[in-house]
């Protein structure tokens, strides 16, 4: 296939057989001096550079805009209130003990029983829409493809697995007036209900903060779950809920401001406004422990239609070789099949923590690659926690 | 709970191929039906296209479960031959019957969360399966699940945890296999190190790739026992079929 004779434009060719092209790139043959690159001139271990824009929503309490080439993601993080009344199978005992028990709560910070609350009442709901005409694949008027259901799966399940969010954060207190006065503000109400002991007149759990995150791909080009998540990372620590206080009378929680005191009618529209009287609504910070960043590589093969069979493919050298490329664009994920996503979490120091290893599709990446790749994830985190800031 | 697998090939009598396998408190059902004709959008000019149904033990299937079909799917892509059927479709459906039940875990029914523990059993039965159907295959693929479990400032490996070992587990594995001893799937997650990955390839490596004594070599460090946690992954495969073969031979 001799190229130059061809009178194609660069551009036909790449959409006539992009295997060759991608791999003619990679691989440039002798006579010519190109250096290897991809189609889309990175280098196979260059990632696109990220660009986070965190707080553009006013409705929601945090909110992050996170492009990363041509793909661009919008995260919504919103805050609602869930009365324990209303949760089905609540199980008070659970969470008081687990407040006061002080060793118990070690345990869960090492085990995985503290993510049981957040689990159970479904504290944590992301949801990822892809919208129409982000990419070519997706039409008007359909059911949630597999990709947003597989990517709303691996980003809940990385959410509880990495412990982002801290349950004891979400829970909202009510402290019965006899035990301490009821004009009081948040911190000292906390402060008092971990000195509280127990008995019934102690603080009492009275509802939670359920964290809506809503994720809309505005434009898809390629690797969607490493800019889901670094959307998801930056809205969360760009969350800021508001101060509530618990009205037994109301069974409802209420806004605390510096003025006078707002109040709604509903425990659902306590915080349904959070853009208005934006001054005078105290908030506090979500807090979000450390920052684990997904790093997404596609395994590129020589071949185009994969070795016929695998003990045939060890005997040949020629037409074996694979490349392994870093944060893929939609015609390169096209293009392989074995890809590998790795989420790592550096900002504890010492040694890198791994939180999560996908790799699935084909048997190239073995042992030494994803050992080798735990590196590639280390460089990516740095750029993304500069990016951050 | 079975701690040993158990298997039957061709349980279904409609299907092309069907297996039934259960380990570790979970049963599943594959009945595999190919190649055949592929519907219009399914339908790929070069290659077979491979559909994977999940469906839970209660209720309809949800997100979690299009994420294990997605898994399977492209690792099942790997092992069939799918470049000889072109515009074929080959299709797995995977009833789970039993899942291990947990007196210490509030259960809810439809959960949203990954799961891990289930993939080897979906994975062996989906292989069977296809064993039972005869669809071509390059390899055959063997997989299991390792948790790490923190024990007073040690770590265990505890190969097919059980849900309360899941609860405590610090991070959680699924490693499948192929019969070249390539790896084919790993997905993990928790918290861990590299060294700790690895300490867990070595473990699922010696439950999926263990050399069968009918291979050339005998392997004598076979006879400690003490490294036995877990079994044979691929001598249990091995001995499954031969042991429906020689059934279904034995009017000769």
Same mark, same amino acid.
């Given at each position: 296939?001799?190229?130059?004779?061809?009178?194609?434009?660069?551009?036909?060719?790449?959409?006539?057989?992009?295997?060759?092209?991608?791999?003619?790139?990679?691989?440039?043959?002798?006579?010519?001096?190109?250096?290897?690159?991809?189609?889309?001139?990175?280098?196979?271990?260059?990632?696109?550079?990220?660009?986070?824009?965190?707080?553009?929503?006013?409705?929601?309490?945090?909110?992050?805009?996170?492009?990363?080439?041509?793909?661009?993601?919008?995260?919504?993080?919103?805050?609602?209130?869930?009365?324990?009344?209303?949760?089905?199978?609540?199980?008070?005992?659970?969470?008081?003990?687990?407040?006061?028990?002080?060793?118990?709560?070690?345990?869960?910070?090492?085990?995985?029983?503290?993510?049981?609350?957040?689990?159970?009442?479904?504290?944590?709901?992301?949801?990822?829409?892809?919208?129409?005409?982000?990419?070519?694949?997706?039409?008007?008027?359909?059911?949630?493809?597999?990709?947003?259901?597989?990517?709303?799966?691996?980003?809940?399940?990385?959410?509880?697995?990495?412990?982002?969010?801290?349950?004891?954060?979400?829970?909202?207190?009510?402290?019965?007036?006899?035990?301490?006065?009821?004009?009081?503000?948040?911190?000292?109400?906390?402060?008092?209900?971990?000195?509280?002991? /127990?008995? /019934?007149?102690?603080?009492?759990?009275?509802?939670?903060?359920?964290?809506?995150?809503?994720?809309?791909?505005?434009?898809?080009?390629?690797?969607?779950?490493?800019?889901?998540?670094?959307?998801?990372?930056?809205?969360?620590?760009?969350?800021?809920?508001?101060?509530?206080?618990?009205?037994?009378?109301?069974?409802?929680?209420?806004?605390?401001?510096?003025?006078?005191?707002?109040?709604?009618?509903?425990?659902?529209?306590?915080?349904?406004?959070?853009?208005?009287?934006?001054?005078?609504?105290?908030?506090?910070?979500?807090?979000?422990?450390?920052?684990?960043?997904?790093?997404?590589?596609?395994?590129?093969?020589?071949?185009?239609?994969?070795?016929?069979?695998?003990?045939?493919?060890?005997?040949?050298?020629?037409?074996?070789?694979?490349?392994?490329?870093? /944060?893929?664009?939609?015609?390169?994920?096209?293009?392989?099949?074995?890809?590998?996503?790795?989420?790592?979490?550096?900002?504890?120091?010492?040694?890198?923590?791994?939180?999560?290893?996908?790799?699935?599709?084909?048997?190239?990446?073995?042992?030494?690659?994803?050992?080798?790749?735990?590196?590639?994830?280390?460089?990516?985190?740095?750029?993304?926690? /500069?990016?951050?800031? | 709970?079975?701690?040993?697998?158990?298997? !039957?090939? &061709?349980?279904?009598?409609?299907?092309?191929?069907?297996?039934?396998?259960?380990?570790?408190?979970?049963?599943?059902?594959?009945?595999?039906?190919?190649?055949?004709?592929?519907?219009?959008?399914?339908?790929?000019?070069?290659?077979?296209?491979?559909?994977?149904?999940?469906?839970?033990?209660?209720?309809?299937?949800?997100?979690?479960?299009?994420?294990?079909?997605?898994?399977?799917?492209?690792?099942?892509?790997?092992?069939?031959?799918?470049?000889?059927?072109?515009?074929?479709?080959?299709?797995?459906?995977?009833?789970?019957?039993?899942?291990?039940?947990?007196?210490?875990?509030?259960?809810?029914?439809?959960?949203?969360?990954?799961?891990?523990?289930?993939?080897?059993?979906?994975?062996?039965?989906?292989? +069977?399966?296809?064993?039972?159907?005869?669809?071509?295959?390059?390899?055959?693929? !063997?997989?299991?699940?390792?948790?790490?479990?923190?024990?007073?400032?040690?770590?265990?490996?505890?190969?097919?945890? &059980?849900?309360?070992?899941?609860?405590?587990?610090?991070?959680?594995?699924? +490693?499948?296999?192929?019969?070249?001893?390539?790896?084919?799937?790993?997905?993990?997650?928790?918290?861990?190190?590299?060294?700790?990955?690895?300490?867990?390839?070595?473990?699922?490596?010696?439950?999926?790739?263990?050399?069968?004594?009918?291979?050339?070599?005998?392997?004598?460090? +076979?006879?400690?026992?003490?490294?036995?946690?877990?079994?044979?992954?691929?001598?249990?495969?091995?001995? !499954?079929?031969?042991?429906?073969?020689?059934?279904?031979?034995?009017?000769?």
């Amino acid at each position: 296939m001799a190229a130059p004779s061809m009178s194609f434009p660069r551009a036909v060719f790449a959409k006539l057989s992009p295997h060759p092209y991608l791999l003619r790139t990679l691989a440039p043959q002798p006579p010519s001096d190109a250096a290897a690159s991809r189609t889309n001139g990175r280098a196979p271990h260059e990632a696109r550079p990220v660009h986070i824009h965190t707080s553009s929503l006013s409705h929601a309490h945090g909110s992050a805009l996170v492009r990363t080439g041509d793909t661009t993601v919008i995260c919504g993080v919103r805050g609602e209130v869930l009365p324990v009344a209303n949760i089905p199978q609540y199980r008070p005992q659970a969470t008081q003990q687990q407040q006061q028990d002080d060793s118990h709560e070690r345990a869960d910070e090492r085990g995985g029983l503290g993510r049981g609350e957040l689990k159970d009442y479904d504290l944590l709901v992301p949801n990822i829409e892809l919208a129409t005409g982000c990419a070519p694949q997706f039409l008007p008027g359909v059911p949630p493809t597999t990709l947003a259901q597989t990517l709303s799966t691996r980003v809940y399940s990385l959410l509880h697995s990495c412990r982002v969010v801290d349950p004891k954060s979400l829970r909202i207190w009510y402290t019965p007036p006899t035990a301490v006065g009821d004009e009081m503000d948040t911190e000292e109400q906390q402060r008092q209900q971990e000195e509280a002991d /127990d008995g /019934d007149d102690g603080p009492q759990l009275a509802a939670y903060w359920v964290l809506y995150i809503d994720l809309l791909f505005v434009s898809l080009d390629g690797n969607p779950f490493d800019a889901a998540w670094t959307a998801v990372m930056a809205a969360l620590r760009d969350t800021k809920l508001p101060a509530v206080r618990w009205d037994p009378d109301r069974q409802a929680a209420v806004l605390q401001s510096y003025s006078q005191p707002t109040t709604t009618t509903t425990a659902t529209a306590a915080a349904a406004v959070p853009g208005q009287d934006k001054n005078s609504v105290k908030t506090t910070p979500l807090p979000v422990a450390g920052l684990p960043v997904a790093c997404t590589a596609a395994m590129f093969p020589e071949k185009e239609h994969g070795g016929e069979s695998m003990a045939a493919s060890a005997e040949a050298t020629v037409g074996n070789r694979h490349w392994i490329l870093l /944060d893929p664009d939609r015609s390169e994920e096209t293009l392989c099949s074995e890809t590998i996503t790795m989420v790592v979490d550096c900002s504890e120091g010492g040694e890198t923590r791994i939180k999560s290893i996908e790799k699935q599709g084909g048997v190239v990446i073995g042992r030494e690659l994803i050992r080798g790749f735990a590196g590639v994830a280390e460089k990516r985190w740095k750029e993304v926690r /500069d990016a951050m800031q | 709970m079975t701690v040993i697998p158990e298997a !039957t090939l &061709s349980v279904l009598p409609r299907a092309d191929g069907s297996a039934r396998y259960a380990h570790a408190g979970y049963t599943v059902t594959a009945s595999v039906n190919g190649p055949i004709e592929a519907q219009r959008r399914d339908e790929h000019a070069f290659e077979a296209h491979v559909d994977v149904v999940v469906r839970p033990a209660a209720g309809t299937g949800g997100t979690r479960e299009r994420h294990l079909e997605s898994i399977l799917e492209s690792s099942l892509t790997q092992l069939i031959l799918v470049k000889s059927f072109p515009r074929q479709l080959i299709q797995i459906v995977l009833q789970i019957e039993t899942t291990p039940d947990n007196d210490y875990v509030n259960t809810k029914l439809v959960q949203a969360s990954l799961n891990f523990p289930i993939v080897p059993s979906l994975l062996q039965a989906a292989v +069977l399966g296809l064993i039972s159907a005869a669809v071509p295959m390059r390899a055959t693929a !063997t997989a299991s699940v390792v948790a790490v479990v923190p024990q007073e400032e040690t770590k265990r490996l505890v190969v097919d945890p &059980s849900p309360r070992d899941l609860e405590q587990a610090q991070s959680v594995h699924v +490693l499948a296999f192929t019969s070249y001893d390539e790896l084919l799937l790993a997905e993990s997650e928790g918290d861990f190190t590299v060294k700790e990955w690895d300490g867990v390839y070595e473990a699922a490596l010696k439950i999926c790739c263990r050399p069968t004594s009918t291979k050339a070599g005998i392997n004598v460090m +076979l006879d400690d026992s003490e490294d036995a946690a877990g079994s044979d992954m691929r001598q249990f495969l091995r001995s !499954t079929v031969e042991a429906k073969v020689a059934a279904d031979l034995y009017w000769k």
